[in-house]
């Protein structure tokens, strides 16, 4: 049939009707009193509706903003391996599309908040009617009114208002939510809501609050599951609560009834739905990785380089949705971690309870909500963090208390300790009161591959690995040798283990150094004096190469910047722990050191690479072809601080170290290790810093306001022992290959203990062998021992001999222990 007829029809309609309405307000208006009333009435409301209209809307958001909104999202961290490891997150928000979302969840929603979503145009006149009638009955009552608002009307309010509880408020967002309908599409407004809308427990959007209540992604929900979740707008902070159980559920089926009533689901659905209980699962922690040390490093470069929050920029790290590559390794970080508390625990020993960990005030209080407000916590064994509430009690941060044993008497309410499961109660542990550090470093590119500053992070954000100043006593000393080699001298070079004294002005007198235990004499190579840390040698081989000369190698290397004076030769200065990893990775890697880094490259939300720790460039390498030229290759990375031949010389002398010196309980290892021991004056730090070709580790122990450790305690003992653990731990990540030289460095058979050169014999590894190879520079090789030389050596072998068998059992004492520094240092016997 025609539509003609039918146009017709209307026209005749439109024409006719306006003109019947006047004509009849014509004939009723000057009689009828009623009808001008109403008609003033409806008139003054329409013009103040207007008004209103324009006043409200005039300075209201713009609606199209929200075409370029973007969610605010946690940056996402991730290991060396690319697997997540953390988030920095404040809120938890995870951005999905719309066609990621059920759609049995959408209806959930809709059932729940808004039945006439794809009907109304952004607000549903019955709701607001209702809601209007609501507020009249409640007025002055103090109860809060239904607030009747669309799923557009909550974008509106979520997103550009504000959660005010006012007239005004919710007629700006009617406003708004028209504006909004006019601008997105149904779909993209549902988006937005899924994503944006808060449903507690620190989660916002759909796909976050199902990972906090159901551990589950949004795809794999059940229907109650979806039907829960769709209850939460209305109470978000309540429903998910065990203590509103009952409430939940009646709330949840209400919605299951919905979703019956509107075609969704069928009865038999909905029914079993109903049936299931909620299914909750516990709130946890979005860390997945126990590296707290070196994730808060992550964090705290990125907001120097990014801003913190929304107001810093584009990326910031609480709401950009930053993904970071970091360079940590799982595998290493739990070995560190584990290593360095063994020894510590080993250390504390039988100490037990050393004095709270902190003090909370009982009159600020409920106690065990203060420590929950702390984020005090522990990750070790199965103990715990309490707070003494009473005498013999003890409370955690879910508010639960039980009875406690074990504690001293001066224990106080407010004291925060660490507690284990004894009995029915809990008993007291005592956390190491000494600490320390770790860090590991590949030395080819200055990836920190893990890093633990110290007993665990949960009780402390102070890094000790990169924040702590520490002497780093004999750690320093292969840098003194490193000057020593540019100027001239040798491994095989021969040099006093005597007396040395320094004339420090009228006021000081005559300063003397002296090695550890006294004694001291002779002539020995350098060699000798690095493998059993002779301080005389060191500071006579300090002032042959000029003070000068060895504080600017220290300073190249990035270790510190010192006065000099002998003192700093011997391990005086302060420095951290990774910045002696670093300066010992230059050795390794031929003399060339990169920056210790941590983070890999960051990309922001749209996956662009907006940042990078590695820019070299390699302008060949995205040829669309080839080109059939040689394969291009990045440039060599890092910066040239030491000559490779001298850094590759000091790496072969330290490797001596492991087989005959101080640090000879790394020997059973039976891998090719460099490294060297360091035990400053007290001893207040026990150090070690060495490792492979391909894994540079440094560690010490201490108590951070440094005080006598013991006098047993030594470099040797201490801080070897915790390299062995790491090792012994990570066994498959150590390769067996050796240190390879670099050109222009002569490996020359030589007298270990004269540094004469031999050409009859085969060179051993063992720890007593005669003859080894030794790495000189060219042209710089030691001449060939005569007959007269080896008389005297085995003369002067001869003679040691009858003066350790005096010494007796001190002599053996000396040979087993670590480094002890003298005026900051630390000197050592050792095998000879």
């Given amino acids: 049939m025609s539509d003609q007829p039918t146009l017709q029809y209307y ?44 006043t409200l809307g005039r300075n209201l958001p713009d609606a199209e903003s929200l075409l370029e909104y973007e969610t605010p999202l946690p940056t996402v961290v991730r290991g060396i391996d690319g697997e997540i490891v953390s988030t920095y997150a404040r809120e938890r928000r995870i951005q999905l599309q719309y066609v990621d979302f059920p759609e049995r969840l959408i209806e959930s929603f809709l059932s729940a908040e808004d039945k006439t979503f794809f009907s109304h145009g952004g607000v549903d006149i019955t709701g607001t009617a209702n809601a209007v009638i609501d507020y009249a009955t409640k007025f002055a009552s103090g109860e809060r009114a239904v607030g009747g608002s669309t799923i557009t009307q909550q974008v509106a309010k979520n997103l550009l208002l504000g959660d005010e509880y006012s007239v005004t408020r919710k007629l700006k967002e009617m406003i708004l939510a028209t504006r909004i309908e006019s601008v997105l599409t149904k779909q993209e407004i549902l988006e937005l809501y899924l994503n944006e809308i808060p449903l507690g427990r620190r989660s916002f959007g759909v796909q976050a609050a199902s990972r906090a209540y159901f551990d589950k992604d949004v795809g794999d929900l059940d229907l109650h599951e979806m039907a829960f979740l769709a209850i939460l707008p209305k109470a978000p902070e309540r429903y998910g609560r065990e203590r509103y159980h009952d409430l939940a559920i009646a709330r949840r089926n209400f919605v299951l009834d919905q979703m019956v009533a509107n075609d969704f689901i069928t009865a038999t659905e909905g029914e079993a739905a109903k049936a299931m209980d909620l299914g909750l699962v516990e709130q946890r922690s979005t860390r997945s990785a126990d590296a707290g040390y070196f994730l808060e490093e992550v964090r705290r470069q990125l907001i120097d380089k990014f801003g913190e929050t929304a107001d810093d920029g584009r990326n910031s790290v609480y ?72 005498p013999g009690r003890i409370g955690f941060s879910d508010g639960e208390e039980f009875a406690l044993s074990g504690g001293p008497v001066s224990l106080a309410p407010g004291d925060v300790v660490a507690a284990a499961r004894s009995g029915q109660g809990y008993a007291i542990r005592g956390v190491p009161e000494v600490s320390g550090a770790f860090l590991a470093e590949a030395p080819q590119t200055g990836r920190i591959l893990a890093m633990q500053g110290g007993f665990d992070s949960r009780l402390g954000s102070f890094n000790r690995a990169t924040q702590a100043m520490r002497q780093p006593g004999s750690t320093i000393k292969p840098f003194v040798y490193a000057a020593a080699l540019e100027q001239g001298m040798t491994p095989a070079s021969q040099v006093p283990d005597q007396t040395f004294c320094v004339w420090q002005g009228a006021s000081l007198g005559e300063k003397c150094f002296r090695n550890f235990g006294g004694g001291g004499g002779g002539v020995h190579t350098l060699r000798w004096g690095l493998e059993q840390s002779r301080n005389l040698m060191t500071v006579h081989i300090a002032d042959d190469a000029g003070m000068d000369n060895v504080t600017k190698t220290i300073e190249r290397v990035g270790i510190g910047s010192y006065e000099p004076y002998y003192a700093f030769a011997l391990g005086a200065g302060e420095t951290t722990v990774a910045r002696m990893v670093n ?86 290892l039976d891998l090719p290790l460099f490294g060297k021991t360091g035990t400053t004056n007290g001893p207040t730090n026990a150090w070690f810093v060495g490792g492979s070709p391909e894994i540079i580790a440094g560690m010490y122990v201490g108590f951070d306001q440094p005080r006598n450790l013991g006098g047993w305690v030594q470099g040797g003992n201490t801080a070897a022992t915790i390299m062995k653990r790491f090792i012994d731990a990570t066994k498959d990540r150590w390769e067996a290959e050796d240190f390879v030289a670099p050109p222009g460095v002569r490996m020359v058979k030589i007298d270990r203990r004269s540094g004469k050169r031999v050409f009859e014999g085969r060179p051993s590894d063992e720890p007593t062998a005669t003859i080894i190879w030794e790495a000189f520079k060219p042209d710089t090789e030691p001449p060939r021992a005569t007959r007269s030389d080896e008389i005297a050596a085995k003369r002067n072998e001869i003679l040691e001999l009858i003066r350790r068998g005096r010494a007796g059992a001190q002599a053996a004492q000396d040979s087993d222990r670590g480094d002890q520094p003298n005026d900051f240092v630390e000197d050592q016997g050792g095998i000879y």
């Fill in 11 to 54: 026209r005749y309609r439109i024409s006719r009707d306006p003109k019947r309405l006047i004509a009849w307000f014509s004939a009723n208006w000057s009689h009828n009193r009623g009808l001008r009333i109403a008609s003033y009435f409806g008139g003054f409301a329409v013009v103040m509706l207007l008004l209103a209209w324009a």
């Fill in 583 to 668: 300066a010992y990775a230059a050795l390794a890697n031929w003399g060339r050191q990169n920056p210790g880094s941590v983070i890999d490259y960051v990309q922001d939300r749209d996956g662009k690479v907006i940042f990078r720790t590695d820019t070299r460039d390699c302008s060949s390498c995205n040829m669309p072809e080839w080109d059939g030229q040689p394969m291009p290759r990045f440039d060599v990375s890092g910066r040239q601080v030491i000559d490779p031949r001298t850094a590759f010389q000091m790496v072969h002398m330290l490797q001596g170290v492991v087989t005959r010196g101080t640090a000879t309980r790394l020997r059973s």
């Fill in 319 to 390: 709401s950009g949705g930053l993904w970071v590559r970091t360079s940590l390794d799982i595998e290493l970080q739990e070995a560190a971690r584990d290593a360095l508390r063994a020894q510590l625990i080993s250390y504390h020993g039988n100490r037990g309870f050393t004095g709270p960990l902190a003090t909370l005030n009982p009159d600020n209080g409920d106690l065990t909500a203060q420590l929950a407000s702390s984020n005090l916590s522990i990750s070790y064994r199965d103990w715990r963090i309490g707070v003494v509430t009473a």
